[in-house]
């Protein structure tokens, strides 16, 4: 409901200020460009709320200076990857190098009080339900993304972080040890990685967690690098294209 009222809202903005025909016209503009710059509609939606209004000739943002991609060097140099690709890419690394088969990453929620699971290697589906969306300190994923620390369980079973039903879940996996980083930069946290072992005990060396740490750094800083620019080239890209509406 709150993201249809965000879209009506947006919708009265491009109405009155491109005087289009109605909002069944202005939420498919806003939709085709979130679509051609990979960016939520609602997510552009709440941006083009709070923009300031462009001017009526020229691009909306003049002064704006284009940034580069910031560095991932855990991906081959010529790949082209969007958000949801870097966070798949991403959980394979940090598998890898900690030697599990086990995983998973979580995007922070639209009001970035909670994960949301958005990939889960070796795992069953009960386990891709159960956490599907994460609130509270009832996980080490949840408190990571709180305190923006990596979080260590050596053993699920005795350390009273997890509440009953997310305990059983992990047990019925086979889960004994978790690992859980957030995915943080300079511009704040962005989701968490976690990975599992089925020995208490068990988990990723020194060397090995300093290297997860700059996989999860350098994720978090180019997640939030597209949010913006993304978000951005698709604001220019609709008041560029406004003529194209039918008035």
Not at 221 to 247: K, S
Request: one cysteine or more.
């Amino acid at each position: 409901m709150r993201d249809r009222a965000t879209l009506e809202h947006a919708a009265g903005v491009l109405m009155a200020r491109y005087e289009l025909a109605d909002a069944t016209t202005a939420i498919h503009a806003l939709r085709t460009a979130a679509l051609r710059h990979h960016v939520g509609p609602n997510a552009l939606a709440r941006a083009l709320i709070v923009a300031p209004r462009p001017w009526r000739e020229g691009p909306w943002f003049p002064p704006r200076v284009w940034r580069s991609a910031p560095e991932l060097d855990f991906l081959p140099a010529t790949s082209t990857i969007r958000p949801a690709g870097l966070l798949w890419a991403a959980l394979d690394r940090v598998t890898d190098r900690a030697q599990t088969a086990q995983g998973d990453i979580q995007s922070v929620t639209k009001n970035r009080t909670g994960l949301k699971l958005e990939r889960a290697e070796g795992f069953s589906a009960e386990f891709f339900q159960h956490f599907a969306h994460v609130e509270g300190d009832a996980t080490a994923c949840g408190i990571a993304m709180r305190v923006r620390e990596p979080i260590t369980v050596a053993e699920v079973t005795k350390s009273g972080i997890f509440d009953r039903p997310a305990l059983e879940a992990l047990v019925a996996e086979k889960v004994r040890a978790v690992y859980s980083l957030p995915l943080c930069g300079p511009d704040g946290c962005e989701g968490v990685v976690s990975v599992h072992y089925h020995r208490p005990g068990q988990g990723p060396s020194k060397a090995t967690r300093d290297e997860l740490s700059r996989i999860a750094y350098q994720t978090a800083t180019w997640l939030h690098w597209y949010r913006r620019t993304a978000t951005l080239d698709a604001l220019e890209d609709l008041h560029h294209h406004r003529a194209r509406f039918p008035g």
